[in-house]
């Protein structure tokens, strides 16, 4: 059996209707896991999951849509997930918000606050929905998307790089509550990776050259380099990986602005 293996496993991975959860959805799928396409919009949901079940010729794929501002849609999705798929093997909290861009005086209380509530506070929320399954089976995977944001400084998404921060010392502190359950919990932080979300950074020539100078690769990432790692952290090849933030960035983070 490959080490990289998800054969019979469940997972439930958020902000999973394009970009990086779309990817880390398709890769999980394809090493054999049953995935659970969510976002806050049932349609497009339903399209990866069609995708994905049409490409294997199986069902390996449901759509259940939820906002992870809502406790009780969030209660719902792990709800419809067991009733569908049984259990809940893998939980990839991905999707996170960032509605301010500018320097910290200039954020709202309720930008703050939503900032933090869906990028720190709902995966909280899930990750003690779903938790007490796998500590009972002394057997599950917790990945948090964080950023390379949370370690370094910014001037303009200061707060959005406060919360991924807190992720990563969400999964250090899960990491040592379920490590005696066999539960890991880790975190990704991607770079600049080309999707909707980070469209700002990439999408005018001039932004997107200077970021490739400041890259050791020498570009931006595409959303299926961040999959790996996904598969890499729930499945066998990551049993003794826990509490830690692997950073996925074509090596941006080492730079040191030179
Ligand atoms: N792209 C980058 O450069 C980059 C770098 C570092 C970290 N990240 C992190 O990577 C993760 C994914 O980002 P991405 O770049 O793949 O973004 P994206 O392409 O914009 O995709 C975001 C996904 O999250 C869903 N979503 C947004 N708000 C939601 C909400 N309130 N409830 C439920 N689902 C919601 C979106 O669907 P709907 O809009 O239909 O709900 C979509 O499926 C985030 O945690 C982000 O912070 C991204």
């Known amino acids: 059996m490959s080490l990289f293996d998800l054969t019979g496993k469940v997972a439930i991975i958020t902000g999973s209707s394009r970009g990086i959860g779309r990817a880390i959805a398709e890769a999980y799928a394809d090493a054999g896991a049953k995935v659970v396409i969510s976002s806050r919009k049932q349609p497009a949901c339903e399209e990866v999951a069609d995708a994905i079940n049409a490409k ?70 899930l990750v003690s929905m ?29 707060a959005y790089n406060v919360s991924k921060a807190a992720d990563f010392q969400l ?25 909707d979300f980070a469209k700002a950074l990439w999408e005018d020539p001039k932004a997107e050259a200077a970021l490739r100078r ?23 090849a990551g049993a003794y990986v826990t509490g830690q933030g692997i950073v996925v960035d074509g090596g941006t983070t080492i730079r040191g602005g030179l």
């Open 130 to 158: 779903v938790a007490p399954e796998m500590i009972e089976r002394k057997d599950g995977a917790i990945v948090i998307v964080s950023s390379i944001g949370g370690l370094i400084g910014s001037d303009v998404i200061g």
């Open 214 to 236: 400041v890259t050791p690769l020498g570009r931006i990432g595409e959303p299926d380099e961040i999959a790996g790692a996904a598969v890499f952290l729930a499945s066998k």
């Open 56 to 125: 294997h010729g199986e069902e390996r794929a449901v759509a259940i849509a939820a906002s992870i501002s809502d406790k009780a849609a969030l209660e719902a999705l792990v709800t419809e997930t067991r009733q569908r798929l049984g259990q809940i093997d893998i939980l990839v909290c991905n999707a996170a918000s960032n509605p301010y861009y500018g320097p910290m005086a200039g954020i709202s209380d309720e930008q703050f606050r939503k900032i933090f509530d869906n990028n720190v506070l709902a995966n909280h929320w």
């Open 171 to 195: 999964v250090r502190n899960l990491a040592i509550e379920f490590g005696k359950h066999n539960v890991r919990v880790n975190a990704i932080a991607p770079g600049v990776i080309r999707t």
